[in-house]
Structure formats: C-alpha cells, structure tokens
C-alpha cells in the first residue's frame, strides 16, 4: 500500500530557481492537499483541490502554483524559490470533498532548503 | 473563521503514566469533526482518533481517549499507560462536515521519559 507518495524528499534550491514538488496517491481519492510545516505554526494549507479539476488557495498561497493533473496526482510549483519557503511539504489526500469524517493521509514529506 | 489553538508547546510525562494534551478551537458552525493526529521524528502523521461532532459518547482508541466538550469547545487528548513509542509532535485538527479544508493547531511536543 503506496498511499501517498511525495518526491523528492530533501531539496536545495538557490534563492530565484523554480521546481516542482510531486504528490500522487493510489487510494482513488478526490481530495488533495498541499501543507507546508514550520517550526511553532503547525500546518499551514497552501493549496488544495476539492477533486479533480479544481483548485482552490488555502491560507498561504502567494508564491506557488498548483496542478490537479488527474485525479491522481496534484503538483506544487515554485517558480522563484525565496529564503522564506524554505519548510518541510506535505501532500495530503481524502476520501470526499469536504473531507467528512474521514480523515486525511499524508505523504512522508519534503524538506526543502531555500539558500 | 475557524481556528484551532494548542496552549501546551511542549509537554513530559514518565513511561505507564497518564498525559492529557489540550485543544480548543473556535467556530460557529455545529457540524464538524476532529481529530488527532500524532508526527513521530520519522515526520510521518498518523491519525490517533476522531470524533464526530454530534456524537457526545467520547471517542476511544486502545489507550488514546478524548474528552470532547462541545459547549466548552474543547477537544483534549488523553494517552494512558504512556510508552516511548509516544513520543512525538500531536497535531489537533478540525474540518466543518460541508467544508474543504482542514484547519491545524501548533502542536504540542511530547516526550515521553523512561
């Protein structure tokens, strides 16, 4: 069982490089979520896509992109990395739009350093 | 707006002792769910419970209990007969029932002393 697959796992960018953070999961899930993780705040959404073909900004969306490219996968994209975006990412999946009772699952996380 | 606080950043407790991690939050919708999720240093987060808002009966998992009061907002975690494996970041969190998003609190650190 994959469940939530996130890649890569650890990343360095200089500051004004952009990359793309990959998340798929195999549960036929509809929902999906990207986080980010910082010392003392928790988790923080930066985006999310209810189900395929939407996508919606969560709390802290400024600087990234997303991409519900099906119903499997959901990318996040930084197109100028900054100093400041520099987290540990997590993606995220559930069962139905709105969640419901059903809780989410998480990927194992990226950890992105931003010089 | 909702919201989600956890006042207790980090928290002790010896190994077979009794821990009770707090949770409050805010919103002035009556259907909801909330959970607890638990982040050992592997990052991983793992669901520990939920708890469905229009359920009064508390929610139980093996050692992990909640005492849910919904007219107080409060959602706490209670760990019996503690065990280092327990060690680890727990994470409170919320969703309204026709909502899309999770709402997370702070954490609190647990250290669980042998």
């Known amino acids: 069982n994959a469940g939530v697959t996130q890649t890569p796992k650890f990343q360095v960018l200089k500051t004004g490089q952009s990359m793309t953070l990959q998340c798929a999961q195999d549960?036929?899930?509809?929902?999906m979520y990207w986080y980010r993780q910082d010392p003392g705040m928790g988790l923080r959404l930066i985006y999310y896509?209810?189900?395929?073909?939407?996508?919606d900004k969560g709390e802290v969306p400024n600087g990234y992109n997303v991409s519900r490219l099906n119903k499997r996968e959901f990318s996040l994209r930084l197109e100028s990395a900054a100093p400041s975006q520099t987290s540990v990412y997590f993606c995220a999946s559930s069962e139905f739009p709105g969640g419901g009772n059903q809780p989410q699952h998480f990927g194992d996380g990226t950890r992105l350093s931003i010089l | 707006a909702q919201t989600v606080t956890q006042s207790q950043p980090e928290m002790s407790v010896q190994e077979a002792e009794t821990v009770t991690l707090s949770c409050t939050y805010d919103?002035?919708?009556?259907?909801?769910?909330l959970f607890w999720y638990k982040q050992p240093p592997s990052r991983q987060m793992i669901l520990v419970i939920r708890q469905e808002a229009y359920k009064q009966q508390n929610a139980t998992e093996n050692r992990f209990s909640v005492n849910f009061q919904k007219a107080a907002k409060s959602f706490s975690l209670k760990i019996s007969d503690s065990q280092l494996g327990d060690t680890a970041m727990y994470f409170c969190?919320?969703?309204?029932?026709?909502?899309?998003?999770?709402?997370f609190g702070t954490g609190t650190s647990l250290t669980v002393i042998p």
């Open positions: 549960m036929n899930h509809n929902s």
């Open positions: 969190a919320f969703i309204l029932r026709t909502g899309n998003q999770f709402y």
């Open positions: 919103t002035s919708e009556n259907n909801y769910y």
């Open positions: 896509s209810a189900s395929e073909g939407t996508t």
